[in-house]
């Protein structure tokens, strides 16, 4: 089966997945690139992944949407990703099963201030439009299928999916041991941005600043000097990853990771990467990625904006470290198991054979299963379902 996928770059969150079907499908993968890889992603130590042998790079031809043209007549599958919509319609128009990979769509939260007319909108190009067409909905953030349903967009077409960076390799034991041995860490690392909300953090360290704990911040962005400074008087170490690999070594010697980001935060790898690194973490419901958390199995999650509900939830953990030893053994597990690049390029590949030869999802859950909605007073229950 050969399947072109198209995306404004090689982005390391789902170039695991890349990699796998490329290998899968016995070099007959391509990536279409519509645009150089980000320089902003160079400076935080990425390389330039577009330069990978399944990636066609459309932004070099003097013509990109003709050669576009050339690969999806070549294809079996296509994927679009996030790319100008000009490649999205080329792939409709061709009649082949389209694959769109979708964050959700309404990014402030507020389901009830939704105007008619965006909802309006949203009908005519995602269910009107749509209706007819092999084109199936793969759901990426934990608010994917729950915001297209308001229209009854992809109905029966919508899959559950998500985002895959690289998985590192965990000595579970050995992360223990290193916990154990000096006082707990709790960490926040991510963008300094008002999608990432820093300050709630500092609220935490307010409330937690007489325990005997380390505070790390770490990342950089518009925020940072601002956070740093209204820090000052807070026992807050900042740090700023010159790497992935740097900030996955910081991981490794946290105890507690708190992710405090808003419904605008459309994914949130970091969260991959802290569970891969045995981390037990407290994540708001809002996060796209909240939705790899199992409460309590695999993580905790507290009702976004609640800083009590978040600080009970932290002060728990510390409270129990070998509960939350547990927790970040069993996050980890879940993503070295079932929620990576490679799981996903597999399922992938099967879900694809299944619409091609006419019939539905062959998983009942997990990536590539029906897609669950999932609604945001869902996952603020079940933040609260937890007994402390």
């Known amino acids: 089966m050969k399947i072109t996928m198209f995306g404004n770059f090689a982005d390391p969150q789902i170039l695991p997945f890349c990699e796998k079907l490329d290998e899968l499908t016995g ?115 934990t608010y994917t299928a729950m915001d297209y349903s308001l ?62 704990v380390r505070f790390v911040m770490a990342g950089k962005g518009p925020r940072y000097e601002e956070i740093q400074a209204r820090a000052a008087d807070l026992p807050i170490e900042f740090v700023t990853p ?38 037990a973490c407290v994540v708001s419901t809002a996060v796209g990625s909240a939705k790899l958390i199992d409460m309590p199995g695999t993580g905790l999650l507290y009702e976004t904006g609640n800083t009590e509900d978040l600080t009970r939830k932290v002060s728990w953990l510390l409270d129990h470290p070998e509960e939350a030893e547990a927790i970040g053994a069993s996050a980890e597990e879940s993503i070295r198991e079932n929620y990576n690049g490679e799981e996903a390029a597999k399922r992938f590949l099967k879900l694809a054979e299944a619409i091609k030869a006419g019939k539905g999802s062959p998983f009942e859950t997990g990536l590539c299963a029906p897609a669950q909605v999932i609604r945001q007073e869902d996952l603020i229950q079940k933040a609260h379902s937890f007994d402390l």
């Open 27 to 141: 070099k007959q993968f391509v990536l279409a690139a519509t645009e150089p890889f980000p320089s902003d992603l160079l400076e935080d130590g990425y390389p330039d992944t577009n330069g990978a042998s399944f990636v066609k790079r459309l932004y070099e031809s003097k013509d990109a949407l003709a050669e576009a043209g050339s690969l999806i007549r070549e294809s079996d599958v296509l994927i679009y990703a996030h790319c100008p919509k000009e490649y999205f319609d080329l792939c409709v128009r061709s009649g082949k099963p389209v694959f769109r990979f979708s964050q959700h769509l309404y990014r402030d939260g507020n389901l009830k201030a939704i105007s008619l007319k965006q909802k309006g909108s949203n009908y005519l190009r995602h269910t009107m439009a749509m209706k007819n067409k092999p084109v199936y909905l793969m759901c990426i953030s």
């Open 151 to 212: 229209t009854n967009s992809y109905e029966g077409k919508r899959f559950e999916f998500g985002a895959f960076p690289e998985v590192f390799s965990a000595n579970a034991e050995a992360l223990r041991q290193a916990r154990r041995s000096e006082p707990p860490m709790i960490l926040w690392a991510n963008e300094f941005s008002d999608i990432t909300h820093p300050e709630v953090f500092l609220d935490l360290v307010k409330n937690l600043k007489d325990r005997r």
């Open 242 to 279: 010159e790497s992935p690999q740097n900030l996955q070594e910081l991981l490794k010697q946290a105890s507690v990771f708190v992710m405090t980001s808003d419904y605008r935060e459309g994914w949130g790898n970091i969260l991959n990467r802290a569970m891969n690194a045995c981390l």
